[in-house]
């Protein structure tokens, strides 16, 4: 006995999960739902099987071929226009030789097909529909039965007032040849509204069997996650991919799975999947082949399909997430809201109950969807942040990503123009930096790659030292598991919003030069430039550094910078490993040492800890620059962005200096500041300058800060969507018509007690940073709670 399946279903009510994939294939607990139709079949020994197939038809046919893996042998039917369910059927006539089952590919069912056989030929029926019994047949063909099973009505979804039996069609029929001679070639023709009602007209014998066991139609979301219910809590006898790793928890291979994570069953998890440490997963939960859960994320009664990556503290409460889905950190998805293929839901996202959003959709952070999203694409952020270009490590930002950024950063140069390439080191840094290369020369760009594990400042002071057009930094903070990658103009400055835009342009609109093949890029030099680094920066080094201890707590190419750097210096300099800043202020403590500088693998970000394992704050830090920078170059007025506390003016006075406010932060402070190292954006240069200054002052380093002139300065960071900051911001300044008001890369409010207020916007987050300053703390906290709660009430109007 043979069996066709009738896979050409669109699944429009499962939509948007089969915007991409035809309904037969969405996937149930691990593989495909028509998966489990062939184990079906299988288990009854039907192992001949014909396959109708018509939207989508590719995606089946790529997956299960000729059937040989699955043991079975399948021949495929394809229709050009949608014939029915009886249309199809006639389409595979040439399969078709002797008694044969007929089923729906998008139906779970563990039904006794023998006995459904048996039925048949004891009745000698030419048709014979497989009926379940449903307590809401309102979705379903109804069937009236004699007591021998022979039908006498069939009621196509009726209403309730038409509801006359709880006995369904399944939509599984056993047929013989001669079903064909009533179902006319190359037209539409429905076995349940043309060719049933005719077999009834003509009395021509049409059976239906009731049968036992577990059937369900697939057809809309409830059901589908219904479905899924239903095999986890083995309601339905199909086999689970999988090893039970725990009771009632399927796990595939190669799962990995952190300390401190929790799964409750009954659940299952797919091949390959990462689950993160302090990970929820609650009962009824789905987890696809090589999905990444970050850490602290809740998954609740959610199916995830494969190659997703949902961020940290996420929570998942009864949705479902289609393929290589993204979600950003703090991404909330409430009850039965359902998220297509391929899209991006960037940090702090909430999707409200029963929204739906379309395949390949970018949902901009801190949006509320209170609608479904069907067209176009949500507000986005822009490409590029405070530090470049950044993205998840092989999720965001992968080899082809960066080839295609690359591409676009070089057709914004000239053909044959050379750009500096360089990294940190990282294995996986190294892959995106070759992927970059190549994108650059893909587009006429000639590249001087370092083969050196460098910092960031190292490329910048490089890059002002040569003839190069650009340059490019690729680090990895893993921290945050990001690629960063920092582009550089030929003076080693970030490059500036006008670059910027342009290259967002070019990337989002792919207008992508692709030069001849006799004008593509290639490398001419590899180089190694820290030697000039470290050549011209021992010349900073004014004072012999004798009797200083302090820890540099770093990665290993940063220790080795230090070395060469140090060397021959009469100081004792512990060498560290990244780590916990707590296991750090433990070692201060007892090694005895006058500070730790704590840096990551771009050299360019860092914290400072004094003597008592204490961090400095960035007021105290600031001081530091301010100090350090006079004290040796006390002709040059130091910058400091425009929310820097007052009392560095105080410093600055002390020390016979001046303070220069200026516009924006680091790609600002950087660009103004002609000296070839910057303090607070240079971790190696800020190490020695410390050095230095504690060598000079002989007391330790909290006694320092702690004698610098201040007022109470404080910082607090406040949401708000991108979409409310422009009435945010408009409404302060309305509301502060009687106060000073300077606007200027913010909002700063000066008021009558000397105080101020300045409201930043962040350039890559949906958020404000919210600085307060006065002369007593308490006063300063006031203040900045005052603005803290106009901004959420402005937000929310």
Same mark, same amino acid.
């Given at each position: 006995?043979?069996?066709?399946?009738?896979?050409?279903?669109?699944?429009?009510?499962?939509?948007?999960?089969?915007?991409?994939?035809?309904?037969?294939?969405?996937?149930?607990?691990?593989?495909?739902?028509?998966?489990?139709?062939?184990?079906?079949?299988?288990?009854?020994?039907?192992?001949?099987?014909?396959?109708?197939?018509?939207?989508?038809?590719?995606?089946?046919?790529?997956?299960?071929?000729?059937?040989?893996?699955?043991?079975?042998?399948?021949?495929?039917?394809?229709?050009?226009?949608?014939?029915?369910?009886?249309?199809?059927?006639?389409?595979?006539?040439?399969?078709?030789?002797?008694?044969?089952?007929?089923? !729906?590919?998008?139906?779970?069912?563990?039904? &006794?097909?023998?006995?459904?056989?048996?039925?048949?030929?004891?009745?000698?029926?030419?048709?014979?529909?497989?009926?379940?019994?449903?307590?809401?047949?309102?979705?379903?063909?109804?069937?009236?039965?004699?007591?021998?099973?022979?039908?006498?009505?069939?009621?196509?979804?009726? /209403?309730?007032?038409?509801?006359?039996?709880?006995? %369904?069609?399944?939509?599984?029929?056993?047929?013989?040849?001669?079903?064909?001679?009533?179902?006319?070639?190359?037209? /539409?023709?429905?076995?349940?509204?043309?060719?049933?009602?005719?077999?009834?007209?003509?009395?021509?014998?049409?059976?239906?069997?009731?049968? /036992?066991?577990? @059937?369900?139609?697939?057809?809309?979301?409830?059901?589908?996650?219904?479905?899924?219910?239903?095999?986890?809590?083995?309601?339905?006898?199909?086999?689970?991919?999988?090893?039970?790793?725990?009771?009632?928890?399927?796990?595939? !291979?190669?799962?990995?799975?952190?300390d401190g994570a929790v799964i409750v069953g009954p659940s299952f998890i797919g091949n390959g999947a990462f689950i993160r440490q302090n990970v929820k997963i609650d009962?009824?939960?789905?987890?696809?082949?090589?999905?990444?859960?970050?850490?602290?994320?809740?998954?609740?009664?959610?199916?995830?399909?494969?190659?997703?990556?949902?961020?940290?503290?996420?929570?998942?409460?009864?949705?479902?997430?289609? &393929?290589?889905?993204?979600?950003?950190?703090?991404?909330?998805?409430?009850?039965?809201?359902?998220?297509?293929?391929?899209?991006?839901?960037?940090?702090?996202?909430?999707?409200?109950?029963?929204?739906?959003?379309?395949?390949?959709?970018?949902i901009a952070e801190g949006t509320v969807i209170h609608s479904s999203v069907f067209w176009g694409k949500q507000q986005q952020k822009s490409l590029f942040g405070t530090?470049?270009?950044?993205?998840?490590?092989?999720?965001?930002?992968?080899?082809?990503?960066?080839?295609?950024?690359?591409?676009?950063?070089?057709?914004?140069?000239?053909?044959?123009?050379?750009?500096?390439?360089?990294?940190?080191?990282?294995?996986?840094?190294?892959?995106?930096?070759?992927?970059?290369?190549?994108?650059?020369?893909?587009?006429?760009?000639?590249?001087?790659?370092?083969?050196?594990?460098?910092?960031?400042?190292?490329? $910048?002071?490089?890059?002002?030292?040569?003839?190069?057009?650009?340059?490019?930094?690729?680090?990895?903070?893993?921290?945050?598991?990001?690629?960063?990658?920092?582009?550089?103009?030929?003076?080693?400055?970030?490059?500036?919003?006008?670059?910027?835009?342009?290259?967002?342009?070019?990337?989002?609109?792919?207008?992508?030069?692709? %030069?001849?093949?006799?004008?593509?890029?290639?490398?001419?030099?590899?180089?190694?430039?820290?030697?000039?680094?470290?050549?011209?920066?021992?010349?900073?080094?004014?004072?012999?550094?004798?009797?200083? /201890?302090?820890?540099?707590? !770093?990665?290993?190419?940063?220790?080795?910078?230090?070395?060469?750097?140090?060397?021959?210096?009469?100081?004792?300099?512990?060498?560290?490993?990244?780590?916990?800043?707590?296991?750090?202020?433990?070692?201060?403590?007892?090694?005895?040492?006058?500070?730790?500088?704590?840096?990551?693998?771009?050299?360019?970000?860092?914290?400072?800890?004094?003597?008592?394992?204490?961090?400095?704050?960035?007021?105290?830090?600031?001081?530091?620059?301010?100090?350090?920078?006079?004290?040796?170059?006390?002709?040059?007025?130091?910058?400091?962005?425009?929310?820097?506390?007052?009392?560095?003016?105080?410093?600055?006075?002390?020390?016979?200096?001046?303070?220069?406010?200026?516009?924006?932060?680091?790609?600002?402070?950087?660009?103004? @500041?002609?000296?070839?190292?910057?303090?607070?954006?240079?971790?190696?240069?800020?190490?020695?300058?410390?050095?230095?200054?504690?060598?000079?002052?002989? $007391?330790?380093?909290?006694?320092?800060?702690? !004698?610098?002139?201040?007022?109470?300065?404080?910082?607090?960071?406040?949401?708000?969507?991108?979409?409310?900051?422009?009435?945010?911001? $408009?409404?302060?300044?309305? &509301?502060?018509?009687?106060?000073?008001?300077?606007?200027?890369?913010?909002?700063?409010?000066?008021?009558?007690?000397?105080? @101020?207020?300045?409201?930043?916007?962040?350039?890559?987050?949906?958020?404000?940073?919210?600085?307060?300053?006065?002369?007593?703390?308490?006063?300063?906290?006031?203040?900045?709670?005052?603005?803290?709660?106009?901004?959420?009430?402005?937000?929310?109007?």
């Open positions: 006995m043979k069996g066709v399946i009738m896979a050409g279903g669109k699944g429009t009510r499962l939509r948007p999960l089969t915007c991409n994939i035809p309904k037969p294939m969405v996937p149930l607990v691990g593989k495909p739902a028509l998966e489990y139709t062939i184990e079906w079949l299988k288990r009854f020994e039907i192992t001949d099987i014909a396959m109708t197939i018509q939207y989508l038809g590719g995606v089946i046919k790529q997956h299960f071929q000729d059937g040989g893996r699955f043991g079975v042998n399948i021949d495929y039917f394809e229709e050009h226009e949608p014939l029915g369910t009886a249309g199809s059927i006639k389409n595979a006539a040439s399969f078709i030789d002797d008694t044969f089952i007929v089923v !729906s590919g998008d139906a779970l069912t563990d039904i &006794d097909l023998f006995e459904a056989v048996e039925f048949h030929r004891q009745r000698g029926a030419l048709a014979t529909i497989v009926m379940s019994q449903e307590r809401q047949p309102l979705n379903y063909g109804g069937i009236i039965v004699s007591r021998e099973g022979r039908v006498k009505q069939l009621i196509e979804k009726p /209403k309730w007032n038409q509801v006359y039996t709880d006995f %369904v069609n399944t939509g599984i029929y056993i047929f013989e040849p001669e079903i064909l001679e009533y179902i006319i070639e190359n037209e /539409k023709c429905d076995f349940s509204n043309d060719v049933f009602p005719f077999l009834l007209k003509k009395d021509v014998p049409l059976y239906a069997f009731l049968a /036992k066991g577990y @059937w369900l139609d697939i057809g809309t979301i409830q059901q589908y996650q219904k479905a899924h219910i239903d095999i986890l809590n083995k309601h339905v006898q199909v086999s689970i991919n999988g090893k039970e790793l725990f009771p009632h928890v399927w796990v595939g !291979s190669d799962v990995k799975i952190e009962a009824h939960s789905v987890i696809g082949p090589n999905v990444q859960i970050g850490e602290h994320a809740s998954v609740k009664r959610s199916i995830i399909w494969e190659r997703s990556y949902i961020g940290k503290h996420c929570e998942l409460r009864g949705s479902i997430l289609a &393929d290589g889905t993204y979600l950003g950190n703090n991404v909330e998805l409430l009850e039965q809201s359902v998220i297509g293929s391929r899209c991006t839901l960037q940090p702090r996202v909430q999707v409200k109950p029963n929204m739906k959003i379309w395949p390949e959709k970018t530090r470049g270009i950044a993205g998840i490590a092989n999720v965001e930002m992968t080899p082809e990503y960066a080839s295609r950024l690359a591409a676009a950063y070089g057709s914004t140069l000239q053909v044959h123009h050379h750009v500096m390439v360089a990294g940190d080191g990282h294995p996986f840094t190294n892959l995106i930096k070759q992927a970059f290369i190549h994108g650059l020369h893909a587009s006429g760009v000639v590249t001087a790659e370092c083969l050196e594990s460098v910092t960031a400042p190292i490329v $910048r002071h490089q890059l002002r030292r040569s003839s190069y057009d650009g340059g490019v930094y690729i680090f990895l903070d893993e921290k945050d598991r990001s690629i960063y990658i920092d582009l550089y103009d030929k003076h080693g400055y970030p490059i500036n919003y006008l670059q910027e835009k342009e290259i967002e342009r070019t990337f989002v609109q792919e207008q992508i030069r692709r %030069v001849s093949m006799e004008q593509i890029g290639f490398s001419n030099t590899h180089l190694q430039p820290s030697a000039s680094y470290i050549q011209e920066m021992q010349q900073q080094i004014h004072l012999p550094l004798r009797g200083c /201890k302090a820890i540099l707590a !770093s990665e290993s190419h940063v220790h080795h910078l230090a070395n060469k750097l140090l060397h021959g210096q009469p100081c004792e300099i512990e060498m560290l490993k990244s780590a916990d800043f707590r296991d750090i202020a433990d070692y201060i403590k007892t090694g005895d040492a006058l500070f730790a500088l704590i840096t990551g693998r771009d050299g360019e970000q860092f914290w400072i800890m004094d003597e008592s394992g204490t961090i400095v704050t960035e007021e105290q830090l600031l001081s530091l620059y301010t100090i350090t920078s006079l004290w040796f170059q006390p002709e040059c007025p130091v910058l400091v962005p425009s929310y820097a506390p007052s009392a560095l003016e105080t410093v600055a006075r002390q020390l016979n200096g001046q303070i220069k406010k200026i516009k924006g932060a680091r790609k600002e402070m950087l660009k103004e @500041w002609q000296q070839p190292f910057h303090f607070c954006y240079d971790a190696i240069y800020a190490f020695v300058q410390l050095l230095q200054l504690l060598a000079a002052e002989g $007391r330790p380093l909290s006694e320092i800060t702690a !004698s610098t002139p201040r007022m109470h300065w404080l910082r607090e960071y406040v949401f708000c969507p991108w979409n409310a900051r422009a009435i945010v911001l $408009r409404r302060l300044m309305e &509301d502060e018509d009687e106060t000073i008001v300077d606007v200027n890369d913010g909002i700063k409010l000066y008021h009558p007690d000397g105080g @101020w207020t300045f409201i930043l916007p962040e350039l890559d987050q949906p958020m404000f940073t919210v600085y307060s300053e006065a002369l007593d703390v308490q006063r300063a906290r006031e203040t900045m709670i005052y603005y803290i709660k106009k901004i959420r009430q402005y937000q929310n109007a």
